[in-house]
T-cell receptor, first 116, second 114 residues
Framework: GAGVSQSPRYKVAKRGQDVALRCDPISGHVSLFWYQQALGQGPEFLTYFQNEAQLDKSGLPSDRFFAERPEGSVSTLKIQRTQQEDSAVYLC??????????????FGPGTRLLVL | AQSVTQLGSHVSVSEGALVLLRCNYSSSVPPYLFWYVQYPNQGLQLLLKYTSAATLVKGINGFEAEFKKSETSFHLTKPSAHMSDAAEYFCAVSAPTGFQKLVFGTGTRLLVSP
């Protein structure tokens, strides 16, 4: 497809369950970002990949959060032992190059996670 | 470090009226600045961006913004609101170097009445 896609679009999890959220970036894009958007808030940075290398994971809120991009294309954000405070929309964005300069980050539609 | 402040969580205008959404930034280096729009259950769409060229930036759907360094502002305007402009608007800042993660404000919901 032409844009960034994410799946599932909606996920309901029981507290303590593990979840995996998938991001398919625009084909050929080097950079991939994950952001977390809590209800009524702006997106907040979680982690950044350049190809398969995770260059920054400073925004991951705890060691229950793990992200990977093993082949430099599709990325998965995994949350272990989900908690209610993990409920949010998780947005993925991709950008054509590694050092952005003036390039645009293109966002996917997000995965809305609800932890009960 | 960079941050942005969006004044007003909600702005209401009548169709045809001027739209003004405010954004002030803080940055230790000359910033790149962005406005994104988010429609319900959709991702973010870039409206416009300032990347150190012209200070008056024109974007899609008739929106424009002016970078004012002296006021550390990057307010978004549109001369005449349409019903279809009703959405959430986010201002964001990034450093001009490095991998340039975006730092977002808390958003402003634009309501347009007939």
């Amino acid at each position: 497809g032409a844009g960034v896609s994410q799946s599932p679009r909606y996920k309901v999890a029981k507290r303590g369950q593990d979840v995996a959220l998938r991001c398919d970036p625009i084909s050929g894009h080097v950079s991939l970002f994950w952001y977390q958007q809590a209800l009524g808030q702006g997106p907040e940075f979680l982690t950044y990949f350049q190809n398969e290398a995770q260059l920054d994971k400073s925004g991951l809120p705890s060691d229950r959060f793990f992200a990977e991009r093993p082949e430099g294309s599709v990325s998965t954000l995994k949350i272990q032992r989900t908690q209610q405070e993990d409920s949010a929309v998780y947005l993925c964005a991709s950008r054509a190059s590694g050092r952005g300069g003036q390039e645009t980050q293109y966002f996917g539609p997000g995965t809305r996670l609800l932890v009960l | 470090a960079q941050s942005v402040t969006q004044l007003g969580s909600h702005v209401s205008v009548s169709e045809g009226a001027l739209v003004l959404l405010r954004c002030n930034y803080s940055s230790s280096v000359p910033p790149y600045l962005f406005w994104y729009v988010q429609y319900p259950n959709q991702g973010l769409q870039l409206l416009l961006k300032y990347t150190s060229a012209a200070t008056l930036v024109k974007g899609i759907n008739g929106f424009e913004a002016e970078f004012k360094k002296s006021e550390t502002s990057f307010h978004l305007t549109k001369p005449s609101a349409h019903m279809s402009d009703a959405a959430e608007y986010f201002c964001a800042v990034s450093a001009p170097t490095g991998f340039q993660k975006l730092v977002f404000g808390t958003g402003t919901r634009l309501l347009v009445s007939p």
